[in-house]
């Protein structure tokens, strides 16, 4: 009997074991799962006091508890400083977002000067060099929160901690920080990673701009060359190794070039590769297409990403039949839900045999269309599920019909203002002297970048 029960405590053991890795495995991924070592500087001197200080703990807790907070996921740090740096909560210490709150909710301000450079070099050698994942960590990121000018040096410590891979984002709060000090501080550009608030009262107004930066730092850790920024996103060409799968072919320009993508070509990678960590919470999906002959009005998916059941979880569906652009995407209630662009002359043109550029921003519990740099139509959404990274992503797909199609660039934006910057620029032609033609229906701007990388083209 006694190796009867060792024999069924193994087994009890094994699927209870199993069942749990399995989870892991199947979890839908996003920014909130990443894996984070996230270390928060905050500043706790004289000129904060203790109601601000209050403020300060609840825009940590609101960010913070929108990330997985565990030994597989996210693992968050906070140390207050004025004088001397004070460790308030190690890495990993707290494994779940109620411990994590309630062990922030009960941090005490200290009071004293600010020495905010001792602060982020006692975070670079002591709290980061502590993590007990430093092989498994994808991302280090440190958020320092100050109200005014150090009275110390800050520029030494922060180049340590950039040199160690350490992401450093500044928020600076009211009419006394430094910009240039925050700048110093931060990584580059400085309109990325730094941040400011007029006053404590108002901090919260940055919250969710906080928390899209620290998502796309965790999601996204690429970089796209566009004109003199480096953006944060997904070039869809190299990841779907498009180039290598496809014939070379002119693009919408002489100094462009396209690839055509035959019915028997197959455009699938894992999407584990492409979106390791899931998509961001807001990103914008733009390419520059051109429909023309019988295959403008087939229906297809210009890009999608489907779960290990074929599920779709995100995708960008033409149909020249309807007129229409959709986006499809999950749903906390459903097994998926869409929104359709059909304003009239504004998509039709998009079925014109000409060239166009298609941009979909998507943001939280909305997604807006545009086509030739003009807004079509911005359409509400109920909150998404995050994808599974298990699955498969494609690019031009019928569903159950595959048809040809010819690309020059795809990508995914994770930064939301990449919308207002990316311009149709790319269907321009210089026309004759004095004048500016356009190869597409459309397009009342012009962009002064025109780079080979800037264009993203798909021709039917």
């Not at 092989?135 to 800050?154: C, E, Y």
Request: net charge neutral; proline share 4%; with cysteine.
């Amino acid at each position: 009997s006694a190796h009867l029960i060792s024999f069924l405590f193994k087994v009890i053991k094994d699927v209870v074991q199993s069942s749990h890795s399995g989870k892991r495995t199947r979890r839908a991924t996003s920014s909130v799962t990443a894996v984070n070592d996230l270390v928060y500087i905050i500043d706790g001197s004289w000129s904060v006091g203790v109601s601000d200080f209050d403020t300060a703990k609840q825009w940590l807790i609101n960010i913070t508890s929108q990330f997985d907070i565990s030994s597989h996921y996210t693992q968050v740090a906070v140390i207050q400083y004025s004088d001397t740096p004070r460790l308030e909560i190690p890495l990993g210490k707290h494994q779940g977002v109620a411990e994590l709150i309630k062990a922030i909710r009960s941090i005490s301000y200290l009071g004293g000067n600010t020495q905010t450079g001792r602060a982020i070099k006692f975070a670079v050698d002591h709290v980061f060099a502590s993590s007990q994942r430093s092989n498994l960590v994808k991302n280090r990121i440190a958020v320092v929160v100050t109200d005014g000018k150090s009275q110390d040096d800050v520029v030494d410590a922060s180049m340590e901690a950039r040199a160690q891979s350490i992401t450093v984002f500044a928020v600076g709060v009211g009419t006394e920080i430094t910009t240039s000090e925050l700048i110093s501080i931060a990584n580059k550009p400085s309109s990325t990673y730094v941040l400011y608030a007029e006053d404590y009262t108002t901090i919260d107004r940055i919250r969710d701009s906080m928390e899209q930066k620290l998502c796309e730092e965790s999601v996204c850790p690429t970089r796209i060359p566009v004109a003199s920024r480096d953006e944060k996103g997904f070039e869809l060409m190299v990841g779907m190794n498009i180039q290598t799968k496809a014939k070379k072919i002119p693009g919408s320009l002489a100094s462009e070039t396209a690839y055509a993508l035959a019915a028997s070509t197959d455009i699938t990678e894992n999407t584990r590769e492409i979106f390791p960590e899931g998509l961001p919470p807001s990103y914008v999906f733009v390419s520059t297409l051109r429909l023309k002959g019988i295959s403008s009005k087939l229906p297809f998916d210009l890009w999608r990403v489907m779960s290990k059941d074929k599920a779709i979880q995100a995708a960008v569906t033409l149909s020249g039949k309807d007129k229409t652009v959709t986006f499809t995407t999950t749903s906390t209630t459903e097994k998926e839900q869409k929104a359709v662009f059909k304003t009239g002359f504004q998509v039709g043109t998009l079925y014109d045999g000409k060239w166009h550029q298609i941009k979909v921003l998507v943001r939280h519990l909305q997604v807006t269309g545009f086509l030739d740099d003009q807004r079509i139509q911005e359409l509400m959404l109920t909150p998404v599920e995050p994808i599974y990274i298990n699955g498969e992503t494609q690019v031009s797909k019928r569903r159950g019909t595959d048809i040809t199609v010819e690309i020059q660039k795809l990508r995914l934006y994770c930064d939301p203002h990449q919308s207002e910057r990316e311009t149709a620029c790319e269907i321009y032609s210089p026309g004759p002297p004095g004048r500016v033609g356009l190869v597409g229906a459309l397009g009342p701007k012009v962009s002064a970048d025109s780079s080979p990388l800037h264009v993203a083209n798909i021709a039917l």
